[in-house]
């Protein structure tokens, strides 16, 4: 089975940095996918993670560590439009498992 | 990156009634799933949709109920049958990129079910 966990909800303050945790337990691991999705709209790609380490992005980086079933993506200088909520998805075979998302809050 | 849409973009039918949404892609694409957000929620996957041959489904899902069609490697279609209330949610179609380290989704279909 899957499970996947991420906290519900977090707020920021603009220009601040901001770290979502996903941790997961598959019966099988094949990448880890960061999502953004705004209200209303579609979810939009932000990162991929296969091997363990840091992956940097512009004001988003993430990480992985395989051996603790463990990712995180990290949001810097914070801006009003990266309120949202954030997928953490782990890929089984070919397929995609979706944690329940965090609704991120950035207030001025 | 891949282009995706999907028409209708949102749609409010009658319960018994059913439903084709569209999913045309950009560029020939190997994968390509289907996806529900119900709301308030996050995304399952209902099926994956081969082309040539039969969609595979996820536990809950049948081919009945979402019948797949994928005649070529750049559309795909899912019906929604005989719906009931409990099917009103946002349903997307997505596609993984080549090397498999991205997967895209199209802007979805918002359908509600009076």
């Known amino acids: 089975g899957q499970n996947i966990d991420q906290p519900t909800e977090m707020t920021a303050t603009e220009g601040a940095i901001v770290q979502i945790n996903c941790t997961y337990q598959?019966?099988?691991?094949?990448?880890l996918f960061w999502y953004q999705q705004h209200a209303g709209e579609a979810p939009t790609f932000l990162s991929y993670?296969?091997?363990?380490g840091l992956e940097e992005k512009g004001r988003f980086s993430s990480f992985l560590s395989r051996s603790k079933g463990y990712s995180y993506l990290l949001l810097k200088e914070l801006q009003m439009k990266d309120s949202a909520s954030y997928l953490c998805?782990?890929?089984?075979?070919?397929?995609?498992?979706f944690g329940a998302g965090t609704t991120v809050t950035v207030r001025a | 990156s891949a282009v995706i849409s999907q028409k209708p973009s949102r749609d409010i039918c009658q319960r018994g009634t059913s439903l084709t949404i569209q999913c045309q892609v950009d560029?020939?694409?190997?994968?390509m799933f289907w996806y529900r957000q119900q709301p308030g929620q996050s995304l399952t996957l209902i099926a994956t949709?081969?082309?040539?041959?039969?969609?595979?489904?996820e536990s809950g899902f049948v081919i009945d109920k979402f019948p797949i069609s994928r005649p070529n490697l750049t559309f795909s279609t899912l019906t929604v049958s005989n719906m009931s209330p409990e099917d009103s949610s946002i349903y997307l179609c997505?596609?993984?990129?080549?090397?498999?380290?991205?997967?895209?989704f199209g802007p979805g279909t918002r359908l509600t079910v009076l």
């Open positions: 997505s596609v993984r990129g080549r090397g498999g380290d991205t997967q895209y």
């Open positions: 598959t019966s099988g691991f094949n990448g």
């Open positions: 949709a081969n082309q040539g041959s039969e969609a595979t489904y």
């Open positions: 560029s020939q694409v190997t994968m």
């Open positions: 993670n296969v091997l363990d």
């Open positions: 998805a782990v890929v089984n075979d070919y397929k995609l498992s």
